[in-house]
């Protein structure tokens, strides 16, 4: 009887039709263990300033020569009702450019294009420099209920950074671009040089006029307190002398 049941019982179940186990521990996937939606990197406005963290960035030209080369910190100022700043990560930053005869650019972008610097390099002559800058940062929101902003400027038709061909200009001091009304660059420190670079190496170093400045003002200061002194001695030293002669001869 058993035997015939079971065999009554395929015949009438149609094709395809499965009998599900009534397992008490069967439980469906919970959030956890479904796949996310991938995270959209944004920079995180911050308070107070800091010092960025520097990186170093190198491009190559089509035959795998080293063109361009970059060791900078870089530091996005936002003027919001007030002032926030963001900080450069060189360990999310993605190289990318061109380099030509003439001309080569530099870009250096974050994840997501959540924030971009890119520097345009012109060879006149002998010179190499900077003729443009244009930046972008898409941070988070300042507020709970902000709206997503961009900050986005340019520095066009400059010199900037000017130096001679198979040198690297280099600048411990910073340097700040005002981009646009809401966006400042800061650079600091900044060493770069393009078009001629001898084994991926930096040239000769050529010193910015405030790093100059900072280093010679001091000594010409100092020589010239020594200076006046001297003479103030001196001119002691003279006028003693001439009234020890006139009590002499009376």
């Not at 995180?44 to 063109?67: A, D, F, R, W």
């Not at 900050?151 to 200009?169: I, M």
């Not at 420190?189 to 190496?201: C, D, H, K, N």
Request: glycine share 6%.
């Amino acid at each position: 009887m058993v035997l015939g049941s079971l065999l009554l019982l395929a015949v009438l179940l149609p094709a395809g039709v499965h009998l599900k186990r009534n397992d008490a521990s069967f439980q469906p996937p919970s959030d956890s263990e479904r796949p996310s939606e991938a995270q959209i990197y944004r920079p995180v406005l911050q308070h107070s300033e800091s010092i960025p963290p520097i990186g170093t960035y190198m491009l190559k030209n089509k035959l795998g020569k080293p063109c361009i080369k970059a060791t900078v910190g870089v530091e996005y100022i936002i003027t919001e009702k007030k002032m926030w700043y963001f900080s450069l990560d060189p360990s999310r930053v993605v190289t990318s450019g061109r380099c030509d005869d003439g001309e080569a650019v530099l870009s250096l972008t974050l994840p997501d294009n959540a924030a971009s610097l890119l520097l345009y390099f012109k060879k006149e002559k002998s010179l190499f420099y900077v003729t443009k800058m244009m930046a972008h940062v898409s941070p988070l929101p300042v507020c709970k209920g902000c709206p997503n902003k961009t900050y986005q400027g340019l520095v066009d038709h400059e010199k900037l950074f000017k130096t001679a061909d198979g040198r690297s200009f280099k600048c411990k001091s910073e340097n700040l671009l005002l981009m646009s009304s809401q966006l400042q660059i800061k650079l600091v420190p900044v060493q770069m040089q393009a078009f001629t670079l001898s084994r991926g190496q930096y040239g000769k170093e050529i010193e910015c006029w405030a790093d100059f400045n900072k280093r010679v003002i001091p000594i010409i200061i100092g020589a010239t307190v020594v200076g006046l002194i001297l003479i103030a001695g001196l001119t002691y030293l003279f006028i003693k002398d001439r009234r020890r002669q006139g009590y002499d001869s009376l």
